[in-house]
């Protein structure tokens, strides 16, 4: 994780310096679905802090990295049968984090430092890390309930969504994303999410 993070910093202070015409921020906040073989269904509800280094501008569009950070709960079900055949479940609270870096390509309304556009879209990819808490089917504590296990993962993510432009002269804008993420190391989940987003 501190190496993904270290590459992370490396590489937009890189763009930064070479290419960067312009530096924003946003904060929101949004819920994402994770599932994975051998783990109940996890809801997970976050906040999000987005920044994002915006350059290559053209007339209307331009392209940006950013590390749209999510830190927030989750809650998951478990049911089974018991020795007697009674079906019972039960909930369960964690919280996770996610933190990809995405490189998208933006069009429209929050394209621009000067842009006037009311309405915009954006779309891209990247590689990100997660970080949950986990009840697995097969894993139970001394008391036979699930027991609850903290897992991470490293894997491909892509979004995309569209902005309406807000405030004077349209500078802010409001964000509506929706994103997947594909776990490709230990428990391998599948995470999708919507987020809303303030870019200011």
């Known amino acids: 994780m501190k190496k993904f993070l270290l590459l992370a910093a490396i590489a937009l202070s890189c763009i930064h310096s070479s290419f960067a015409q312009r530096f924003k921020q946003g904060v929101g906040a949004g819920f994402s ?4 073989d051998y783990m109940d269904t996890k809801v997970n509800f976050g906040f999000t802090y987005s920044p994002a ?6 007339e209307k569009s331009s392209f940006s990295v950013g590390i749209p950070l999510s830190l927030g709960f989750n809650e998951g079900y478990s049911s089974e049968y018991d020795d007697y055949d ?4 039960s909930s369960s609270i964690g919280f996770m984090l996610d933190v990809p870096v995405i490189l998208n390509f933006n069009y429209g309304a929050g394209a621009l430092s000067g842009g006037r556009q009311k ?21 139970y504590d001394d008391n ?4 609850s296990t903290e897992s991470s993962t490293f894997g491909v993510t892509a979004n995309a969504g569209f902005r309406i432009g807000m405030g004077h002269h349209h500078r802010h804008n409001l964000e509506i994303k ?11 989940p599948d995470v999708g999410g919507v987020n809303c987003i303030f870019n200011f």
Not at 86 to 89: H, M, V
Not at 144 to 147: A, D, E, L, Q
């Open 33 to 36: 679905v994770e599932t994975a």
């Open 178 to 188: 929706f994103s997947y993420m594909k776990g490709l190391t230990d428990y391998r």
């Open 53 to 58: 280094l915006f350059f290559a501008e053209a």
């Open 119 to 139: 309405w915009g879209f954006f779309v891209g990819g990247g590689y990100g890390y997660h970080l949950t808490t986990a009840n697995y089917l097969y894993d």
């Open 86 to 89: 009674d079906f019972y479940g």
């Open 144 to 147: 036979g309930n699930y027991r």
